[in-house]
């Protein structure tokens, strides 16, 4: 079979790596044993699972073994029901290891920048806003990763015209990256005295958190502003020159932080996202190549992307990607957005199968 040819130069490499590991001469180049250490613990999985389907056919043939040779019918039968077991087994255990083999996007284990804009709606979209960054914060409070604000443009009645986060754990780019696009909510406003519902939007767009290799920044391209904080922080608000504002010359992209007392925190949050926001127009080449070559749950660049809509009067929220409904909306916007994930997951996974087995 093609796929065990592959997989023995997999696990061949695999050992290799095992025993470069713990050659001195790597442990003493840190950062090449990082590396080295990382692309052997993303091979350990498939490794495994190789090894399970080695054992799986390696049983399939016993249990063959028995159904020609065997006198004893009883046997022979339990033989038959264990094969059928096996060979479901082993149907399965071939497909995840096709997906395993498939490369994954390398960003896909980065933290998470998060930028939650108001769209159509007014002061409505402003509090829908506002209830999103709540959903994601929840989120990730399950998920055991760290959120921190790095800026935010409160609404005049409640929530968030604009609010920029960070969310800091393993893999969080890889799993959030899908909320990434247009939610629309459907519901009656606070500020509406005739109870009618109406219609508004939010965009999300998650990126990858640019590491400082991914982008060179030049300190010549660089206009430093500061001025004071105008959003919670005590008693220094307003009274010290905190906030940042940075102004990538040749790009003209512009990025503020105010979240910190500190400047100096401030600007560290800043430069990281100034280098995200650079980093953002090429990622976004990378997700259009592969858009138009397979359909894709990820939205590339193109904010205008309708994909959710959170309908408050039937408590039901609809992915429009997968045409996937539930009606649990309470529980969605309390944090509980994991199946929805999956299953996005599950959709995207499969169109990147049927790519490969196209190709």
Not at 144 to 167: H, L, P, Q, R, S
Not at 236 to 262: F, M, W
Not at 280 to 286: A, F
Request: net charge negative; with cysteine; proline share 3%.
């Amino acid at each position: 079979m093609e796929i065990i040819s592959k997989l023995e130069v997999i696990k061949r490499r695999w050992e290799e790596m095992s025993e470069q590991l713990n050659d001195p001469a790597v442990m003493a180049d840190m950062k090449r044993y990082v590396k080295l250490n990382k692309d052997y613990k993303d091979l350990e999985p498939i490794v495994t699972a190789f090894n399970e389907f080695k054992t799986v056919i390696e049983h399939i043939d016993e249990s063959k073994e028995i159904i020609k040779n065997e006198k004893d019918e009883d046997f022979r039968a339990m033989a038959r029901e264990e094969l059928v077991s096996l060979e479901e087994r082993k149907e399965k255990l071939e497909e995840k290891i096709r997906l395993m083999l498939i490369p994954k996007d390398p960003q896909d284990d980065k933290n998470a920048v998060v930028e939650i804009r108001a769209g159509t709606g007014g002061d409505e979209a402003s509090i829908f806003t506002g209830d999103l960054y709540r959903m994601y914060v929840k989120y990730c409070e399950t998920k055991g990763w760290k959120t921190e604000i790095v800026d935010m443009n409160e609404g005049t009645v409640g929530g968030f015209k604009e609010i920029v986060f960070n969310v800091i754990g393993n893999g969080a780019y890889g799993i959030l990256k899908f909320e990434s696009g247009v939610h629309r909510v459907q519901r009656v406003p606070k500020t509406e005295t005739q109870g009618r519902v109406h219609t508004s939007a939010a965009s999300v767009v998650v990126l990858p958190e640019a590491e400082e290799f991914d982008i060179e920044l030049h300190e010549k391209d660089i206009r430093k502003d500061t001025y004071c904080s105008s959003g919670p922080g005590g008693q220094s608000v307003n009274t010290t020159y905190s906030a940042i504002r940075l102004t990538h010359i040749p790009s003209g992209i512009v990025v503020t932080c105010q979240d910190e007392k500190s400047q100096i925190k401030n600007l560290a949050k800043a430069m990281k996202v100034l280098r995200t926001r650079l980093f953002e127009v090429e990622y976004n080449k990378y997700l259009e190549e592969i858009s138009s070559k397979r359909k894709t749950m990820v939205s590339t660049g193109d904010r205008s992307a309708k994909i959710r809509t959170y309908n408050w009067p039937q408590g039901r929220v609809t992915d429009h990607r997968i045409n996937l409904t539930m009606y649990n909306l309470n529980a969605i916007i309390d944090g509980d957005i994991d199946e929805m994930i999956e299953k996005l997951q599950v959709a995207e996974n499969a169109e990147r199968l049927k790519t490969e087995l196209d190709n």
